[in-house]
């Protein structure tokens, strides 16, 4: 490579805190827009496209995380990254994309080095591209944890980004914020909201785990014991069997028609299950007369 182009070639170091800068902002923005200092590069329909079944959305209201989308803020970052490209790829026949060419294309780009350009015209990709042909269940690239976790259920997480901020706030109470260090509580009353909000005991635990400070990382048990044994806990008292009377709704005569019927459902507060491959839904017998005229119209 000439040397005009090494010259401006970034380290390791830099394309990784690139890479996460970018990354958190995206996340940000597609959970929060309020909170995103900037905004992202893509459109408000990808956006939206994204934001599908991880936000709802009544009129005049603010919009809110979905369980989904609560449980989509806990996984790994490779977790996230994927459910974001099966999206991407799911509706890339209405921006005009061909989805093989797409699919070859992200295939490809996973097995260049990172940090590495081509001839005078490169480019450059960063971890979060190269990784994509990890397992899911690989842990090596992972990136360091930042979270300490006591045994009277104090919290600590040495990090300044505020999209860590905003998960820790799924289950603990932060108590306040200096520079780089969040300091929070994981109370009996912050983790009833999190199981109201569909996020489960294990899913804690696994992210506490994951994300565990170097400090703590190589002990056994990462996180104590007596934390992880309470969270679970408490988590069985609010466990109890509850009938729902539902609605079952499939053989859509196309998937703009589902979507329509799926956000519907959700808007009125009645959906209860989607499986969006197979095109099929669950909704409360409440607002069963409410779909059906509905469907009507769509189908007019």
């Not at 480019?123 to 842990?139: E, G, H, M, R």
């Not at 104090?154 to 706030?169: G, V, W």
């Not at 209860?272 to 197979?278: G, P, Y």
Request: aromatic share 10%; glycine share 4%; hydrophobic share 40%.
């Amino acid at each position: 490579m000439p040397s005009s182009v090494t010259a401006r070639l970034p380290t390791v170091e830099e394309l990784d805190e690139y890479a996460l800068d970018k990354w958190e902002r995206f996340l940000l923005q597609l959970i929060s827009p309020g909170q995103a200092e900037t905004a992202t590069s893509f459109s408000s329909s990808m956006m939206r496209i994204f934001q599908r079944g991880l936000i709802r959305q009544r009129e005049k209201e603010a919009p809110r995380l979905t369980e989904s989308g609560f449980q989509f803020l806990l996984m790994d970052t490779n977790a996230q990254l994927w459910y974001i490209i099966r999206e991407y790829i799911s509706n890339s026949e209405e921006q005009g994309v061909d989805q093989a060419d797409l699919i070859a294309f992200l295939l490809e780009l996973s097995f260049h080095t990172s940090g590495q350009g081509r001839k005078e015209s490169w480019f450059i990709p960063t971890k979060l591209a190269t990784n994509l042909s990890v397992s899911l269940t690989d842990s090596s690239s992972r990136k360091q944890g930042f979270v300490v976790v006591e045994t009277n259920f104090r919290m600590y997480a040495y990090s300044s980004s505020k999209l860590h901020c905003e998960i820790l706030r799924l289950f603990a109470r932060v108590e306040y914020q200096l520079p780089n260090l969040i300091v929070s509580a994981i109370t009996k009353e912050s983790l009833y909201n999190a199981f109201e909000n569909g996020i489960t005991a294990e899913q804690i635990v696994t992210f506490l785990q994951q994300n565990a400070h170097p400090r703590v990382a190589e002990k056994i048990p990462s996180v104590p014991e007596n934390v992880t044994d309470r969270i679970r806990l408490w988590e069985t008292d609010l466990n109890r069997v509850e009938m729902t009377p539902a609605h079952h709704y499939d053989e859509f005569p196309s998937r703009d028609v589902f979507e329509a019927a799926s956000d519907f459902a959700r808007v009125h507060c009645g959906l209860l299950w989607e499986d969006a491959k197979k095109m099929r839904l669950i909704v409360k017998a409440d607002i069963h007369m409410l779909m059906r005229e509905h469907l009507r119209g769509q189908n007019k």
